[in-house]
């Protein structure tokens, strides 16, 4: 089963220069766990429920701009990619979410609730 069968298709990117304190109001809004952080208009970073518990709470502001606790690179894959091999990078890599990206566009997000789906089926 390849990727682009299972992702998420909608993906929320926000600037780097967002604060904090309104990318939590968008995740709040959206219920999702993570938005993808633009740099200059590209994918920059990924922050997540985890950022906002590990950077910003412990050492950071809500008033931050949330790409200094945008965890980078990102790691993304095709919308080809099988969902197996994903399952094993994001297991090797400790990390819950991979960017699908095809020339250059954004298609959509893979997550392990994506991947707990499939394998409910």
């Known amino acids: 089963m390849k990727i682009g069968d299972v992702m998420t298709r909608k993906v929320v990117m926000v600037d780097y220069n967002t604060k904090v304190r309104e990318v939590c109001r968008i995740m709040g809004e959206n219920r999702i766990g993570s938005v993808i952080v633009s740099k200059e208009g590209k994918p920059f970073g990924i922050f997540t429920e985890r950022d906002l518990l590990s950077k910003v709470m412990l050492s950071g502001s809500l008033d931050d701009e949330v790409g200094k606790h945008a965890s980078y690179p990102l790691i993304v894959v095709s919308p ?20 699908v990206m095809e020339d250059g566009e954004i298609k959509g ?12 089926r």
């Open 80 to 99: 080809d990619y099988d969902v197996r091999e994903a399952a094993k990078i994001m297991a090797d890599m400790k990390i819950r979410r991979l960017l």
């Open 109 to 120: 997000i893979f997550t392990s609730s994506d991947l707990v789906r499939v394998l409910g």
